[in-house]
């Protein structure tokens, strides 16, 4: 069992920075894989960017590509999305997930935390 909770959204200008936290409880940390998703008004929830368990690969969708990094410290049992010139269109509840090795589905949600980009 793996309990997510993010923090670090907030309020930002178009063209700012915010760098979201997502801690995990639990020993097991390094083993899972790990995804930062969104979801805003009206839409589906959408993936952003993912990492491997030892953080040496990351994948990101194509609207974030160049902007955020997603990155995690296994030490600290905490991933991280940098997200650099923001735009209104990221404005979106951001969720962190894990998946256990092997698995093509995030089993372990957090509760979301609010990123709103103004222009």
């Known amino acids: 069992q793996v309990q997510l909770v993010e923090s670090g959204g907030g309020l930002v200008q178009a063209g700012g920075s915010l760098r979201l936290s997502c801690a995990a409880s639990?020993?097991?940390?390094?083993?899972?894989?790990m995804g930062w998703f969104r979801q805003a008004p009206g839409k589906e929830r959408e993936f952003v960017a993912n990492?491997?368990?030892?953080?040496?690969?990351?994948y990101y969708t194509e609207s974030v590509k160049g902007r955020f990094t997603i990155s995690r410290d296994n030490a600290k049992n905490t991933v991280y999305l940098q997200m650099n010139s923001l735009k209104p269109e990221d404005t979106a509840v951001y969720y962190c997930?894990?998946?256990?090795?092997?698995?093509?589905?995030?089993?372990?949600w957090g509760q979301g935390t609010q990123v709103t980009v103004s222009s």
């Open positions: 997930a894990a998946r256990r090795p092997g698995a093509w589905n995030y089993d372990y």
């Open positions: 990492i491997n368990r030892s953080g040496d690969s990351t």
């Open positions: 639990g020993r097991t940390f390094s083993s899972y894989g």
